[in-house]
């Protein structure tokens, strides 16, 4: 059986049914899970604001941020240009995505997986799951059927189709 799992989250909610797909497996076979997430870029912010947990993202943010808030900004846009520099931007973005990936690892932990382990990565995202699971040796990919992205006339989300045309590895798709 699958020895070693990789499951990438972008956010979104689908993303939020693999972790919890791949998390079961995990749990039933004792497999080790790698949680994978690659960095978004200050363009996506409109996607941003359609991940699952946009709002407590927000808070988390806003408390971490490197600017005070008295209440936290309405929106993830608010957030961004908040930020005066790039390296405030990527700094924002550094502490959603590790975020994710605690929500992710605590998720999986309550489903009951042991061996868990984060990796937050930057790249062009399909490229950059492809190169993890063939780092960490995955035996299988488990991302979500779509994600983030608004443009519903695809039927299976960029990502998603890409990883599953190029890895070597088997690959589950979450719908
Ligand atoms: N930045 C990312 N980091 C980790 N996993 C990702 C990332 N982007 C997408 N994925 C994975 O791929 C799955 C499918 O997302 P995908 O991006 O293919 O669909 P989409 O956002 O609906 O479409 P598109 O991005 O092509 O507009 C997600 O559920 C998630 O598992
Ligand atoms: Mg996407």
Same mark, same amino acid.
């Given at each position: 059986m699958n020895k070693n799992i990789l499951v990438a989250t972008d956010g979104s909610e689908t993303a939020s049914q693999a972790v919890d797909f791949a998390s079961e497996i995990a749990a039933k076979f004792g497999s080790a899970l790698t949680i994978g997430h690659v960095l978004h870029r200050s363009s996506d912010i409109d996607e941003l &604001?359609?991940? &699952?947990e946009a709002e407590h993202l927000i808070k988390h943010a806003a408390r971490e941020a490197p600017m005070t808030y008295e209440a936290p900004p309405a929106t993830i846009g608010t957030l961004f240009t908040d930020m005066h520099s790039g390296v405030e931007t990527a700094r924002l973005i550094t502490l959603i995505g590790d975020e994710l990936l605690a929500r992710a690892e605590r998720r999986a932990r309550e489903i009951g997986v042991e061996n868990i382990a984060q990796r937050a990565v930057n790249g062009k995202p399909a490229d950059a799951i492809l190169d993890l699971a063939e780092e960490i040796g995955a035996d299988m990919i488990v991302l979500g059927h @779509? =994600? %983030? =992205? @608004? /443009? @519903?006339? %695809? /039927?299976? =989300?960029s990502v998603s189709q890409k990883v599953n045309q190029h890895a070597a590895c088997t690959v589950v798709s979450v719908r």
């Amino acid at each position: 059986m699958n020895k070693n799992i990789l499951v990438a989250t972008d956010g979104s909610e689908t993303a939020s049914q693999a972790v919890d797909f791949a998390s079961e497996i995990a749990a039933k076979f004792g497999s080790a899970l790698t949680i994978g997430h690659v960095l978004h870029r200050s363009s996506d912010i409109d996607e941003l &604001a359609h991940m &699952a947990e946009a709002e407590h993202l927000i808070k988390h943010a806003a408390r971490e941020a490197p600017m005070t808030y008295e209440a936290p900004p309405a929106t993830i846009g608010t957030l961004f240009t908040d930020m005066h520099s790039g390296v405030e931007t990527a700094r924002l973005i550094t502490l959603i995505g590790d975020e994710l990936l605690a929500r992710a690892e605590r998720r999986a932990r309550e489903i009951g997986v042991e061996n868990i382990a984060q990796r937050a990565v930057n790249g062009k995202p399909a490229d950059a799951i492809l190169d993890l699971a063939e780092e960490i040796g995955a035996d299988m990919i488990v991302l979500g059927h @779509r =994600g %983030l =992205g @608004r /443009v @519903r006339t %695809l /039927v299976q =989300g960029s990502v998603s189709q890409k990883v599953n045309q190029h890895a070597a590895c088997t690959v589950v798709s979450v719908r």
